[in-house]
């Protein structure tokens, strides 16, 4: 039991570039996120998907998005980096309402 | 809005003195309140979920406790591995299970 996965676990982009972070879990849960995390302001919730096909705007969601073709798989797009979106970037999975977190991807943007 | 804040935001301790960690809370209609512990450069680890106020969790050297507008943490004779980063996160009734998280509170404990 892997539990939730993440790639890559680092990545540098330039302005401009894009990338796909995936996601993958193998605990059959139906509820995913993706989340964010700054110095000083905790984790931040970008976006989730209550099923698979499904997908809903979080907190900060303006940059990014997203799609869950697969109930295993969730995956975070960014069309056009910025360097306001260096960051570490945590997806989690989610069953009665306990949140299962992955190992986390640091991203630059230069 | 729903909102946490943690207090402090960092503490130092010795190995063997006890303290406690606090979660202030707003929600609208709690569902849970749930602890992580977060060591650098991983994801948050769970610890604990606290459902109604009077409620109260022990794991290991680790006691939380809930009640109507906060949740303390009691860490009692920690050791030097207890050395991380501890979130509170708040999940309000009809959430698609969302949780909103505090901003943490780093623990050193020195040997």
């Known amino acids: 039991n892997a539990g939730v996965t993440q790639t890559p676990k680092f990545r540098v982009l330039k302005t401009g570039q894009s990338m796909t972070l995936l996601c993958a879990q193998d605990m059959n849960h139906e509820y995913m996120y993706w989340y964010r995390q700054d110095p000083g302001m905790g984790l931040r919730l970008i976006h989730y998907?209550?099923?698979?096909?499904?997908?809903a705007k979080g907190e900060v969601p303006d940059g990014y998005n997203v799609s869950r073709l697969k109930k295993q798989n969730f995956l975070l797009g960014l069309e056009s980096a910025a360097p306001s979106q260096t960051s570490v970037y945590f997806c989690?999975?989610?069953?009665?309402?306990?949140?299962?977190f992955g190992p986390g991807t640091r991203l630059t943007v230069l | 809005e729903d909102q946490v804040t943690q207090s402090p935001e960092a503490l130092r301790l010795q190995e063997g003195e006890s303290s406690s960690l606090n979660c202030s809370y707003t929600?609208?209609?709690?569902?849970?309140l749930f602890w992580y512990r977060q060591d650098p450069g991983k994801g948050p680890e769970f610890l604990f979920t606290l459902y109604s106020a009077g409620e109260e969790k022990e794991k290991e050297r680790l006691k939380a406790t809930l009640t109507k507008k906060e949740s303390f943490l009691h860490i009692t004779a920690p050791k030097p591995e207890d050395s991380a980063t501890y979130l509170c996160?708040?999940?309000?009734?009809?959430?698609?299970?969302?949780?909103?998280f505090g901003t943490g509170t780093r623990l050193l404990v020195s040997p």
């Open positions: 996160a708040v999940q309000a009734a009809g959430s698609f299970q969302k949780l909103v």
């Open positions: 998907s209550v099923g698979e096909g499904t997908t």
């Open positions: 989690a999975s989610s069953y009665m309402g306990e949140q299962f």
């Open positions: 929600v609208s209609g709690l569902r849970g």
